[in-house]
């Protein structure tokens, strides 16, 4: 199944974490799985959090947008529900985590590699059941000092092949 997304991405934690000051932005969202067996499906995917981040300095500067990637490897449980038209999913991924300005977005000793989980559901909009749509909730963070935490929530689109 390959599924694309859009919502919005948050950081969390308050003000012990790396990410603090970060703004609220968009996300989005890919991601491929291949199903196991009717119960299990390894993942991978992308999200881009995309914040505008305020400038400070001598000189007011307009903000700039900046980018924040998470790329996942994991597997998800699947719950099927009636007659396997619905599905609830729930899973945990390691996740790799870049940002287009290092310096701005996180503090020079948070780690590269965090952990996720996540749960949604999703629903079948044919009789086929070839394409699915449903949301995605994500939330993601590192075991060190500052922490860096993220949440996403994405309404996804399928398509099963």
């Known amino acids: 199944m390959v599924t694309i997304g859009a919502g919005g991405g948050f950081p969390t934690g308050g003000e012990l974490t790396s990410t603090f000051g ?50 996942s490897l994991g597997a998800h449980g699947i719950l099927p529900l009636h007659q396997d038209r619905i599905e609830l999913l729930a899973g945990a991924t390691a996740v790799h985590v870049s940002t287009s ?17 996540n749960c949604g559901g999703r629903i079948a909009i044919d009789k086929r059941r070839r394409f699915w749509i449903g949301p995605t909730a994500r939330f993601s963070r590192d075991g060190g000092r500052p922490s860096q935490e993220w949440v996403s929530l994405t309404g996804d689109f399928g398509f099963r092949f």
């Open 22 to 71: 970060i703004p609220d932005s968009a996300a989005l969202s890919a991601s491929y799985e291949f199903r196991l067996c009717k119960y299990l499906a390894p993942e991978v995917s992308v999200i881009n959090l995309i914040p505008l981040v305020p400038q400070y300095g001598e000189f007011p500067r307009s903000p700039l947008r900046e980018r924040v990637t998470l790329l």
């Open 101 to 117: 300005d290092d310096d701005e977005l996180l503090f020079y000793n948070s780690p590269r590699w965090i952990w996720q989980v």
